[in-house]
């Protein structure tokens, strides 16, 4: 079976991160004025720091940027120390020259929250759809939380946390018991309308995920595999998440 997903493996997360953030600073030297979809989790962080050591050292501005990102927790408002709001000021946003207006989550504490969800498909659509989305993956195979069993038609919504997702949250909220059940996330649809993808994994406990997403069926089992199916996708992995690859 020939693969569709190109698929890169590098020694290191550091090295995940400069092949990401390279790519990401191509994009927008390109095009200046580019939508890019976002990630939050811990394996983008080294690829957000060296893309804005890159941005300072060739003085790429994002002024004409806009973000889109996957998702934030039901019932955090963009001011709660754990909302992905303040992840994303804290380690990209605040670095950049892009006017935090030019940049959206979804509102965790949106009143309607379906309502909220809407509003951010139709401000997706409005500027044009996305250039580039950068993803993580979740050790069950979740893009954004878009947890197993989740339509390949799906859109933004309220989705609700698998218990291994909850589980990998608690370190951040005092516990599995702080942790919101639920989140406003792109849809699988709304991941897959991006006109390319970029998947980073690292680490070991990424590994059978990222086999089943590259080399599985295409299953509404492992929501990564839907990627598969996408005409500009990559893969970007350090050693130990390639480590179950048949044919790495
Ligand atoms: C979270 C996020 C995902 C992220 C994943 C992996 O649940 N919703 O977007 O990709 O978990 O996180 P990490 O990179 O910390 O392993």
Not at 207 to 232: C, D, F, K, R
């Amino acid at each position: 079976m020939s693969r569709k997903i190109h698929v890169e493996i590098l020694d290191d997360a550091e090295a995940v991160g400069r092949k990401a953030a390279a790519r990401i600073l191509a994009v927008v030297e390109r095009k200046p004025e580019a939508v890019l979809g976002l990630a939050t989790g811990s394996t983008p962080i080294p690829a957000y720091r060296e893309l804005v050591k890159l941005a300072h050292e060739r003085k790429v501005s994002f002024a004409g940027v806009k973000t889109f990102n996957l998702d934030e927790y039901l019932g955090l408002s963009g001011s709660h120390p754990q909302s992905y709001r303040q992840y994303m000021n804290r380690y990209l946003f605040e670095h950049l020259d892009i006017p935090l207006w030019q940049t959206a989550l979804p509102d965790g504490a949106a009143s309607d929250p379906e309502a909220e969800c809407a509003a951010f498909e139709a401000r997706i659509r409005a500027a044009g759809g996305v250039d580039l989305w950068l993803l993580g993956i979740g050790s069950n195979g979740h893009i954004g939380f878009n947890e197993p069993g989740a339509p390949r038609d799906c859109r933004t919504r309220v989705a609700s946390l698998a218990p291994s997702t909850i589980e990998a949250s608690a370190k951040d909220f005092g516990g599995a018991a702080g942790v919101p059940r639920q989140a406003l996330t792109a849809g699988v649809a709304t991941i897959l309308e991006a006109r390319e993808i970029l998947l980073l994994a690292t680490g070991a406990g990424k590994a059978p995920a990222v086999a089943g997403a590259l080399e599985g069926p295409i299953t509404p089992q492992l929501p990564a595999s839907y990627l598969q199916a996408h005409p500009s996708c990559a893969f970007v992995l350090d050693r130990a998440a390639a480590s179950k690859l048949v044919k790495p």
